[in-house]
């Protein structure tokens, strides 16, 4: 499995408990869009995966990214 | 030819939500007018008289006779306005008379006056944080704070409200040798609730952050010069920054930064909302001069606020409302309510009733909470206070908050 598969599958676990309604998950899948996440949420989600990584994901870059693959590239970024 | 899109479309949403508000027969929260204003806790709503438990005027100095005579003189000798930027034209013998007064009250070096609290917020966090520097910020900031983030070119890190080791563990994350601005509040004006400012600004200068708070909700009556929750807490050496405005205690409008750091005038040269603004009108920085020397004596009148935010609370407490913190820690009461049905509705039977509050709902307050604010003043006598709780009592009888 390649790194980049690993932290997907990881963020794909950190999005669950804020998965309410249960989206299947992809590369395209939007946080507000698909997931209707508000503020709130987005900031919990996001500290959950600063936590796991040990990164730190400004709200700069938090306005860039719109999708679950977004995000998986970013986290690689930072973690490199 | 094109037909052109129309750019108010997206606003459709939140016309729609606020007829939906009004068509349920209520008063529209948002547009309330004051027909009069009697004194600083008196107005006439819709031809009623009301007691005002919803403005930011806690010392009462709105129709203090030395500061309206102040404002008079000035208005005579100095014109309605300066037409000009502090910059070039607009400096008057009065901006540098509140000017002085700020550095007086706050016994710091340096004080700065703004056009008002936002312009202060939004010009010292661009100005002071630039690209590849960070602002880190309570997640429960006022708009200014975020706004001036936004502002300005660096990199924005939020953390959890009044949690000190979130701070602690993002401000570990940054690179130890960039800028950093952390931005506090010392009251957070939609609870009351205040920060743990001591622990905070030592956690900040551990990771060689510099520190700015917001005092604006505590100007003269934390503390034993009515500085604010820092002095309150013993930080007068720590805090780098002190931002407060003139459109709460000291009952006019206007914004400030004071601090005591020598090359702090250099702000004037470099922040765009004080340079591209008009300055203040003549009358309205001479009250507010006037406003401030007094507030360095006002002892009485800050006894008496706290008087009434201990009793107010209490007695809310007693009849089972449930409020934002679990003592009187500032001059905010909040009542907690469960939806926007029951905000609008008690909101609406207290006004019936003829008094007037605040209601506060997302993206203004925490967590999708919806509230009603009261905010003490000084000026509030007992009989009132007790009239109040009066209110209260019939209002959430009726609308079935209490019991």
């Known amino acids: 499995m390649s790194d980049r598969q690993q932290t997907f599958d990881k963020v794909a676990e950190l999005i669950a408990p804020f998965n309410k309604k249960g989206v299947a998950l992809t590369e395209a899948t939007t946080f507000q869009g698909d997931l209707e996440w508000d503020s709130l949420t987005v900031m919990d989600f996001v500290a959950a995966i600063e936590d796991e990584f040990d990164i730190l994901i400004t709200m700069n870059m938090q306005a860039e990214i719109e999708t679950v693959g977004q995000l998986v590239d970013a986290v690689e970024k930072l973690k490199a | ?403």
């Open chain 2, 1 to 403: 030819m094109t037909e052109a899109t129309d750019l108010m479309s997206k606003f459709d949403g939140l016309i729609a939500e606020r007829q939906a508000l009004i068509d349920s027969g209520v008063t529209d929260p948002f547009a309330i007018v004051m027909e009069q204003v009697k004194s600083p806790t008196e107005a006439v709503i819709k031809g009623k008289d009301t007691i005002l438990l919803g403005t930011y005027n806690y010392m009462g100095m709105t129709f203090d006779p030395d500061v309206i005579q102040a404002g008079k003189d000035a208005l005579e000798q100095f014109g309605s306005g300066t037409n000009g930027s502090r910059m070039l034209n607009g400096t008057f013998r009065d901006h540098m008379g509140v000017e002085q007064a700020l550095r007086d009250f706050y016994g710091m070096s340096g004080a700065i006056v703004f056009s008002t609290g936002y312009m202060a917020n939004l010009g010292m966090i661009s100005t002071l944080a630039g690209k590849g520097e960070y602002v880190i910020l309570d997640a429960d900031s006022h708009a200014s704070i975020y706004d001036g983030c936004k502002q300005g070119y660096a990199e924005i890190v939020r953390f959890r409200h009044n949690d000190i080791a979130d701070l602690d563990k993002r401000l570990g994350r940054l690179p130890a040798d960039a800028g950093k601005l952390v931005v506090l509040e010392g009251v957070y004006s939609m609870l009351g609730d205040i920060a743990p400012l001591k622990e905070m600004v030592a956690v900040a200068k551990k990771h060689g952050a510099m520190v700015l708070v917001d005092e604006a909700h505590s100007m003269g009556f934390f503390g034993p010069n009515g500085r604010g929750v820092y002095e309150d807490q013993g930080l007068e050496d720590e805090i780098d920054f002190v931002v407060g405005t003139f459109s709460k205690s000291v009952g006019t409008v206007g914004g400030f930064c004071v601090s005591n750091h020598p090359k702090f005038e250099a702000i004037r040269l470099a922040c765009r909302p004080y340079i591209f603004t008009a300055s203040l009108p003549p009358s309205v920085v001479a009250t507010a001069e006037a406003s401030i020397r007094k507030l360095m004596h006002a002892h009485n009148k800050r006894a008496h606020l706290w008087e009434n935010a201990r009793t107010l609370h209490r007695g809310l407490t007693e009849m089972g409302f449930r409020l934002g913190t679990k003592t009187p820690d500032s001059a905010v009461i909040a009542v907690m309510l469960d939806d926007q049905e029951q905000a609008v509705t008690m909101w609406q039977a207290l006004l019936d009733g003829g008094l007037y509050v605040n209601m506060a709902r997302p993206p203004a307050t925490p967590a999708g909470t919806f509230l009603l604010r009261c905010s003490v003043c000084a000026e509030h006598t007992a009989e009132q206070v007790a009239t109040i709780l009066k209110m209260f009592r019939a209002a959430g009888r009726a609308v079935g908050v209490i019991g």
